[in-house]
């Protein structure tokens, strides 16, 4: 016996008991969902109806409201809006120019809480680095005066987790140019394609330093721009990224399928109504809130299920988690069953995790069982996330975390290309079924609704 | 037997005669050109020391000296640039926001030739139309001062045979819009992709018919203006397509290999050195130069061919082929052996058609064995194609086309995505190999050049 194959044997060995039998009901429930079409038209009505949403502007105050008629509309119950103070970012004219030594328009997006320009811009010499980490050795002297530019090799990677390390661009990247005496600083956008679309995405000052402007060159651009520095000739560029800061408001829409037993705890789950102005939000994240309300109004034609089910579209995510905060401010010691959120875009559901804790592991085994007909891989029983639940789920309540494939996912986050076209109608019902067969396995069973006498 | 197989040996019955045996000096310099890297070197010197050079502008002002410049230095002779006047045409300020019942911005860019908005822009209702044929079909009240959206469904084709009939919204529509009244004409971008990217292009008004602002949205903008058109409510666009006309040069770029024997007509290969503003014309058309000149280097590496090899990188092709008329009108008497033009892009030759004439069967045959071994189909013997030599071919000149394979073509043709980072460095040597090979065939035998005494 080789070692590899004993090594497959020792997978074997280890993989779970054999599958449970899934209730009819939930397979039942699971593979209608199949043929979902609520999901698609929540999601084309969204983003042709409003389009863009950006966090604490008239346009996410526009989708508020088209959320609130679509869910009264639907037949949830309990449909209202939880409004919350945010500071506001908008962005302005926005241009990248090199003027010497090989005159040309490169395209750049500010990314959001950059800093202004004046509105002609502002000229400075451009000093390229490979890595953060290039950028972080630097000595102040190679950098102050300087417009810096930070490339990064991002790879695609099926669950996203390239989009942590190789985010630190434009996350610390800003920061760490600012404190050392740099003008401005562009960067290679954190994606995967090769579009002449720009990823945006928040960044924050660390306290004390200095705001600088800071933008995203588009990966085509990012590497003309290597080409230019790699001829070894001083390069010059003029930066406009016109930008305006203020104070808006915010808010989290929530719907509930009240639970026909009120005293259980509620099963929470949602997504996020805000977007990035350029795209219409498709992935990011009209598919989610989609997908979650999708699966609770399958739950709801169905009958009535034991525990509420509560439904959030969060508020002003994009620009740092308002909407999970100000839930967390006044939910947060309420007890929740559960807690779910759909924010990876609109790709397969290839994993379940999920975090119930030791006393309730048959619950997230049925779970695992329930979905394996989807192609979903069972995965960890003490993981879940979600950016606007993660207050929640640190603070220790359960949760569920559905993995969708994120291959793609960012060639198109946080760009213009972020459009309806871009969904997969196949692949966004699958998630429906993943999640209309979770909310069925949770939510304590479901029973036809008693017949009302008709009045008349 | 059945019917199928009677017709795929009526199809092997109807193969050309046995492959001719391809001389050693043809095989050896095809198959070494698979290792080429000056089509590279060009296309990525000139896409980066350059980027966008639109006809008649200063940028391609410093296009032709870089060619120059590189043409000198690759050792090629006879260098020189064949200035001629032609009108201008620069773009502006461009957006396109619908106002009413579901304001967004969408993505835009004007036509090659466009009538200017003012600054502020204009504003209409918009009418949609499925198909050209529709709009033509429209009658002149429908039309009348309002803003007239055209659709198309192009598909994707190998030979790119899709972009004449579903290219019509782009040269004919403004016209037909215009003689029916409307105040501006935007289309669905003549492309097959769907980034946020508009695809440009040049177009005429015919003559007495007045010039509006026309526009091409990209496919996903086109896409959502017609889901806001099905709503059925009147959609109101205020559209911004700011530009310029005015005077300029522009020029072919000519280089020669001078052939042993003087009196026989010149081989004319090239591409054209202008492109559109918004990319850095990677595919449209440095490649098609480079492909040409890397070959022709390569038979000069070799030796000197019999006869002379004439490269042409030809000037304002975009914009009315303008390049072309210049050199009929300057050349169009003198006598050319074979006439040979890549502009389609950089992906792989697939097939081989001529037009030598009947004498030259042998010829023409001798150049599908040299070419079927880097996978290119043997075409027709009575066709050959190339936009800037188009008129030299009417003419009754011979002529080689070496069809590139544009699955792809149409997803980045004419649009900010048009970089160097779409090109396949393998498909780029195969075209080589391909031009090197056709070279070896025409040019008459390749011979060493006799060693000079050196100088002392």
């Known amino acids: 016996m080789t070692r590899s194959s004993l090594f497959a044997l020792a997978l074997v060995l280890a993989a779970p008991a054999a599958a449970q039998t899934v209730p009819p009901q939930v397979a039942q429930l699971r593979d209608s969902a199949l043929h979902d079409d609520y999901a698609w038209d929540i999601?084309?009505?969204?983003?042709?109806?409003?389009?863009?949403?950006?966090?604490g502007t008239e346009a996410e105050a526009r989708a508020r409201d088209w959320?609130?008629?679509k869910l009264k509309a639907m037949g949830f119950s309990n449909v209202r809006v939880e409004m919350f103070d945010m500071p506001t970012w908008t962005r302005g004219a926005e241009s990248a120019d090199i003027l010497s030594p090989f005159p040309q328009k490169l395209v750049v997006a500010a990314l959001?809480?950059?800093a202004s320009t004046p509105p002609e811009g502002i000229t400075g010499e451009v000093v390229g680095f490979d890595t953060l980490a290039d950028?972080?050795?630097a000595s102040d002297e190679a950098v102050r005066g300087k417009i810096v530019f930070v490339s990064h090799a991002m790879p695609r990677t099926q669950d996203g987790s390239g989009y942590g390390y190789f985010g630190g661009p434009r996350r610390q990247g800003p920061g760490i140019a600012s404190k050392k005496g740099a003008i401005a600083i562009v960067i290679r956008s954190i994606g995967t394609d090769h579009h002449r679309n720009p990823h945006t995405g928040v960044m924050n000052f660390p306290d004390g330093v200095k705001p600088i402007p800071a933008g995203a060159l588009t990966l085509p651009d990012a590497e003309q721009l290597q080409?230019?520095?790699?001829?070894?000739?001083?390069?010059?560029?003029r930066l406009t990224?016109?930008?305006?800061?203020?104070?808006?408001?915010?808010?989290?829409v929530i719907a509930e399928i009240p639970g026909r037993d009120?005293?259980?705890s509620p099963i929470l789950v949602g997504g996020h109504l805000d977007s990035w102005d350029q795209g219409t939000g498709a992935i990011d994240d009209a598919a989610g809130v989609a997908i979650a309300t999708a699966a609770a109004k399958r739950i709801m034609d169905a009958g009535r299920p034991l525990r509420t089910i509560r439904i959030v579209w969060f508020g002003a995510e994009e620009f740092g988690l308002f909407g999970g905060q100000d839930y967390l401010k006044k939910h947060g010691t309420e007890p929740h069953y559960a807690l779910a959120e759909s924010d990876f875009g609109a790709g397969r559901v290839w994993r379940v995790n999920s975090k119930l804790g030791k006393e309730r592991e048959a619950e997230a085994k049925m779970l695992q069982s329930a979905l394996a007909p989807l192609g979903i891989v069972p995965g960890d029983l003490d993981k879940a996330d979600g950016s606007d639940i993660e207050p929640l789920l640190t603070a220790g309540m359960p949760g569920v975390g559905l993995s969708q494939?994120?291959?793609?996912?960012?060639?198109?986050?946080?760009?213009?290309?972020?459009?309806?076209?871009?969904?997969d109608p196949e692949a966004l019902r699958q998630n429906v079924a993943a999640w209309t067969a979770m909310l069925a396995v949770l939510s304590g069973g479901i029973e036809p609704e008693p017949k009302q006498p008709k009045r008349r």
């Open 227 to 237: 080409r230019i520095l790699k001829r070894g000739k001083p390069v010059m560029m």
């Open 67 to 69: 959320a609130v008629g």
């Open 43 to 55: 999601t084309e009505g969204l983003t042709t109806e409003i389009g863009q949403r950006l966090a």
């Open 241 to 252: 990224l016109v930008s305006q800061t203020g104070h808006g408001q915010s808010g989290n």
């Open 405 to 423: 494939d994120g291959t793609y996912y960012f060639d198109v986050h946080h760009t213009p290309d972020d459009t309806l076209d871009k969904i």
């Open 262 to 264: 009120p005293r259980l």
């Open 135 to 137: 950028l972080q050795a």
């Open 112 to 114: 959001g809480n950059s």
